[in-house]
């Protein structure tokens, strides 16, 4: 699990163990990566970005960040390997009155994604994966993302003072650094968390790139 003080869970973390962080914690509260409201960095960037009408949101947790993107008229796919987060998904949406297809499914995999998409969002979730399942997970997004296609990852810095899970700016990097993708632009930013009860946050970064 994640080291005391920062909230998460790290690269070693079994999937299933997402799930009971769910079920646990419906409750008593959210696990500390679910703060009830979509990623403030990744609010600031779709402010900046036309991200186009098709778009998912990979590792898309209890929905907010799907939801909110579903209110702005896009046409969303949310996708998480969680079926207790896509459960409270599904009741948030409806609650909403919005639509969005939720699914359970594996990031390096995506069962059953056809087509292509305008935009990617990925809030929280490359960082999770070990080396080996990013690369499967960044090829499979070649699939799926049309020419041009945005693709924002949010994920948690282990520079400085960040825990020894997260990424650093050269491995976000390479993480798509080929010819399928634009020069990645990597800003520094804050993830949010949450933790009894109280919003916290610890150093990030913001990639953007796009498929060529």
Same mark, same amino acid.
């Given at each position: 699990?994640?080291?005391? &003080?920062?909230?998460?869970?790290?690269?070693?973390?079994?999937?299933?163990? +997402?799930?009971?962080? +769910?079920?646990?914690?419906?409750?008593? &509260?959210?696990?500390?990566?679910?703060?009830?409201?979509?990623?403030?960095?990744?609010?600031?960037?779709?402010?900046?970005?036309?991200?186009?009408?098709?778009?998912?949101?990979?590792?898309?947790?209890?929905?907010?960040?799907?939801?909110?993107?579903?209110? =702005?008229?896009?046409?969303?796919? &949310?996708?998480?390997?969680?079926?207790?987060?896509? #459960?409270?998904?599904?009741?948030?949406?409806?609650?909403?009155?919005?639509?969005?297809?939720?699914?359970?499914?594996?990031?390096?995999?995506?069962?059953?994604? #056809?087509?292509?998409?305008?935009?990617?969002?990925?809030?929280?979730?490359?960082?999770?994966?070990?080396?080996?399942?990013? =690369? =499967?997970?960044?090829? =499979?997004?070649?699939?799926?993302?049309?020419?041009?296609?945005?693709?924002?990852?949010?994920?948690?810095?282990?520079?400085?003072?960040?825990? #020894?899970?997260?990424?650093?700016?050269?491995?976000?990097?390479?993480?798509?650094?080929?010819?399928?993708?634009?020069?990645?632009?990597?800003?520094?930013? #804050?993830?949010? +968390?949450?933790?009894?009860?109280?919003?916290?946050?610890?150093?990030?970064?913001?990639?953007?790139?796009?498929?060529?």
């Amino acid at each position: 699990m994640a080291e005391e &003080g920062t909230g998460w869970v790290d690269k070693d973390t079994p999937q299933h163990e +997402y799930d009971d962080e +769910y079920r646990s914690s419906a409750d008593s &509260g959210r696990p500390p990566w679910d703060i009830g409201v979509p990623q403030p960095a990744l609010l600031e960037a779709l402010a900046g970005h036309q991200v186009g009408h098709r778009v998912i949101d990979v590792g898309c947790g209890t929905g907010e960040l799907a939801i909110e993107l579903a209110r =702005r008229g896009c046409d969303v796919t &949310g996708m998480d390997i969680s079926p207790a987060a896509i #459960e409270i998904a599904e009741s948030k949406a409806r609650s909403a009155s919005v639509a969005v297809d939720f699914r359970v499914g594996d990031a390096t995999r995506l069962p059953g994604i #056809e087509g292509t998409f305008d935009a990617v969002f990925d809030s929280g979730l490359l960082h999770s994966l070990d080396t080996d399942d990013q =690369r =499967r997970y960044v090829a =499979r997004l070649r699939s799926v993302c049309g020419t041009g296609a945005l693709v924002f990852v949010l994920a948690v810095s282990r520079e400085g003072d960040g825990p #020894e899970w997260g990424e650093t700016e050269q491995s976000l990097r390479a993480a798509f650094d080929d010819s399928y993708w634009s020069p990645a632009k990597i800003s520094q930013t #804050e993830v949010a +968390y949450q933790e009894d009860g109280q919003r916290l946050s610890m150093p990030g970064f913001l990639l953007t790139t796009q498929r060529t």
